[in-house]
Each structure stands twice: as C-alpha cells, then as structure tokens.
C-alpha cells in the first residue's frame, strides 16, 4: 500500500479476511450478480472495494469481524458508494446507495449476532490513501511493533482505538460461540492468560487459519476494551 498509494481489493492483492477468490468463484459471481456484469471484464485494480458503514460511530470500526484494523474513510466517498444487508455472501436483496438507503434500518433491526450487524459497502473508484482516508486505526497492542513502524510509512494519519484484550477464563465462558476447538487453541496460545491481535498474529504460521478466523470472532465479540 505504501508504494502503491491504494487501497486494492482482494481481485488485486490475492489476499482476504473472508473467502478468496478467481474469475468464476462465488465472489465474482456475487458481483457479476450484484452489479449487473459491469465489472466481469475490469482489470483487477479497477474491482470495487468492500467496506462497511460505521452506524455505530464505533472507535473499533463498522465490521470488526474482519479484523482490529480499519481505514476510516472520508465523508464524500459515500457519492460513489453502493450498500448491501446482509452481507453478500447470503445473496441479499436489499441495495441502497447514500440518497437511498433503507438497508439501514434493516441493520439496526439487528441480528443473533452482533459481528453481523455491519452494512456491506462497496466503493466504486479509487481508495486513495493521501485522499480518501481520513486515518488508518490500530489496536494499541502494536504500539513500538513493526507494525506501527510499516503504518507510519503511509501518506494518511495513524490513530489508535481503545483495545482488544479477552481472558482465556473468559473465552472458556463463551465455549458455545465457535466450539471447544476454538476454546482449545486460544487457552494453548494465549499469553499470561490473555489474548489480543498481537498474540493471534503470532500464532500464523502454525495454525490452521479458519480456526485462527474463529478464535479472532471471539475476541472481537467479547474482548472490546472500553
């Protein structure tokens, strides 16, 4: 990102904190479905990017499932912005766009699961990072980390949120949330009783990574520092 100065979809940069994809996958289908085959024949880099709408004003960010990590972006992004509820993933009939957005109210409806409740968004042109972001928002724990290191390094502003820290006594309370598989990891990896992000990431190279994805759905979900 540094040296491309974008933020690029996962059609771009073969990565993603949900499903990966190709030409033909369930995600290019989605969006071939969704928008209407307009972007069946773009060049990956011109792909609409994902994001979701922060209804809550949350310091954590609108979809925290995916991460502790979020670029806050700025207000007039919106103009060029479309919205889905629920996530595309489950082939969602209601669509909105800034002037027209009932899908809102369908979210604040709620669901069985609060990491759910995000509005899918997906902005069509450029995410530039010097423009379009008002500022990249880090959990504290990489404070002095090669990551805070890599994050001064864009042309945006860093900021911090209040945290992620979730007991593994906590976590075993919550067993029924992701299975006892879940449970077991993240009581084995877990440092001095506690987990956040820093610890998850370490755990990569060794661990299965939908199991790793599952154990950062409980943090996300009962580890919010206040």
């Known amino acids: 990102m540094a040296r491309d100065g974008r933020y690029l979809s996962q ?87 800034a002037a027209h957005a009932g899908v809102v109210d369908l979210a604040r409806a709620g669901t069985d699961d609060p990491l759910d409740d995000y509005v899918e968004a997906h902005i069509h042109g450029p995410v530039r990072l010097a423009l379009d972001v008002a500022a ?7 404070r002095g980390t090669p990551v805070e290191a890599a994050a001064r390094l864009l042309p945006c502003p860093l900021e911090w949120h209040p945290g992620y820290e979730l007991s593994a006594d906590t976590l075993r309370r919550h067993r029924d949330y992701r299975g006892a598989e879940v449970v077991e990891l993240g009581s084995r990896i877990a440092e001095y009783g506690f987990l956040d992000p820093l610890v998850l990431g370490a755990a990569v190279a060794d661990t299965d990574p939908q199991l790793l994805k599952r154990l950062w759905h409980c943090v996300a979900r009962y580890g919010e520092r206040a």
């Open 136 to 142: 990249l928002v880090l959990d504290p724990c990489y």
């Open 11 to 97: 059609f771009a940069t073969g990565t993603s904190n949900g499903g990966l994809i190709a030409d033909g996958s369930d995600r290019w289908q989605w969006e071939s479905t969704i928008f209407g085959g307009v972007y069946d024949e773009a060049p990956p880099t011109e792909r609409p990017i994902y994001g979701a709408l922060d209804l809550a004003k949350s310091p954590f960010g609108a979809a925290p499932r995916f991460g502790s990590a979020h670029f806050r972006l700025v207000e007039d992004i919106v103009e060029r912005t479309t919205f889905c509820f629920p996530d595309s993933h489950f082939g969602p009939a209601a669509f909105g766009t």
